[in-house]
């Protein structure tokens, strides 16, 4: 089972997000883009990130059992 796709997928669309929401965040200064921010944008963001590293945790879980099972030493 490969998770690089749907990781580099993922990677790409929070560089992208994140690219917009900078452009955006210079022009949109008032109180709402300071509550979006707090309880929208900076949660999605980590959870997108925690995302990222847990998909490669799995990632090296995962080449390390088809290893094993096919015998290799590590």
Not at 27 to 42: H, M, N
Not at 48 to 73: F, K, P, Y
């Amino acid at each position: 089972m490969k998770v690089d796709a749907g990781r580099g997928k993922l990677y790409d669309a929070q560089k992208v997000v994140r690219l917009q929401w900078d452009q955006v965040a210079e022009l949109w200064t008032d109180g709402v883009r300071a509550e979006f921010e707090e309880k929208i944008w900076e949660p999605m963001d980590q959870m997108t990130s925690d995302g990222l590293r847990a998909i490669d945790r799995l990632a090296r879980i995962l080449t390390d059992c088809r290893r094993e099972c096919e015998g290799e030493q590590m």
